[in-house]
């Protein structure tokens, strides 16, 4: 599967922004899903994952509240709704794939990944 994550931008504290990741490959609804960020000097970070079906999620601490992982497996793409966006968010955010389908609490089981998205937060 091949992954592709757009929408990332320029925004404001406070404000909002809905990154979209789409996937080419017709297992895509078989497959869980995941958001990491990378801000520059810093690791990996794991955002949140969703499983399969849309029906369970899961995120880090340090987005819990703000963001929203969802999923339109008629249309093979996987969303991260950001509200209340702080300058800390700033990063290039990736989407991966886990052909297992299951939940996920961090990187493992993420076989596919696409190319990022800068999100830039201004204060």
């Known amino acids: 599967v091949q992954l592709q994550a757009f929408g990332g931008g320029l925004v404001q504290a406070g404000g909002s922004l809905r990154l979209s990741c789409a996937a080419s490959?017709?297992?895509?609804?078989?497959?869980?899903m995941g958001w990491f960020r990378q801000a520059p000097g810093k690791e990996r970070e794991f955002v949140g994952t969703i499983n399969w079906s849309g029906s369970r999620t899961y995120y880090a601490d340090s987005v819990k509240g703000r963001f929203t992982i969802s999923r339109d497996n008629a249309k093979n793409t996987v969303y991260l709704q950001m509200n209340s966006l702080k300058p800390e968010d700033t990063a290039v955010y990736y989407c991966?794939?886990?052909?297992?389908?299951?939940?996920?609490?961090?990187?493992?089981?993420?076989?596919?990944w696409g190319k990022g998205t800068q999100v830039t937060v201004s204060s």
């Open positions: 490959g017709r297992s895509f609804g078989n497959y869980g």
């Open positions: 991966a794939a886990d052909p297992s389908g299951v939940l996920r609490f961090s990187d493992y089981g993420m076989e596919y």
